[in-house]
């Protein structure tokens, strides 16, 4: 593949509301980084969250701190 051009977009990406583990409490990790990037966009995490609302918390805090980018 040359420098320039895009890998094709991954069909292995799922949507957090299809995850079969999604109703399960957010992991360690994940828990971790929210509270990181909720710190740096002065919001706050809500208490026990599913592995799939972390997920997309995790998404939309990524957008307003400029993480994962």
Known sequence: ?????QAPASNTIKDPADWTTGDEPATGAQESYL??????AHEDVPEELTKAEASQMIDDLQGKTGRGQ
Do not use: K, V
């Open 35 to 40: 509270h990181t990037l909720a710190s740096e």
């Open 1 to 5: 593949m040359a420098a320039n051009e």
